[in-house]
């Protein structure tokens, strides 16, 4: 009668092992929550730009601009 439950016992272990599989897998299973903030979302906007452009003429186109006149 003890052999019979000795060779029982390693299919219980395995039975048991996968009953609790699915719980195990389950606590593996990342969570991704999704929520709005408390506060508004500001944007500031108060940004200067500045730019200077440079242009450098030839004598010579300059003075036939000044000239004849651009058309």
Do not use: W
């Not at 929550?33 to 979302?41: C, L, R, T, V």
């Not at 730019?51 to 010579?60: L, M, N, T």
Request: charged letters at 20%.
């Amino acid at each position: 009668m003890m052999n019979g439950l000795r060779s029982l016992r390693p299919l219980a272990v395995h039975i048991l092992m996968v009953m609790m599989l699915p719980l195990v897998m389950y606590g593996c299973t990342p969570t991704v929550q999704m929520a709005a903030p408390k506060e508004p979302i500001t944007v500031n906007l108060n940004v200067k730009i500045q730019h200077e452009i440079y242009v450098k003429v030839d004598k010579e186109v300059d003075e036939l601009f000044s000239e004849q006149g651009l058309f």
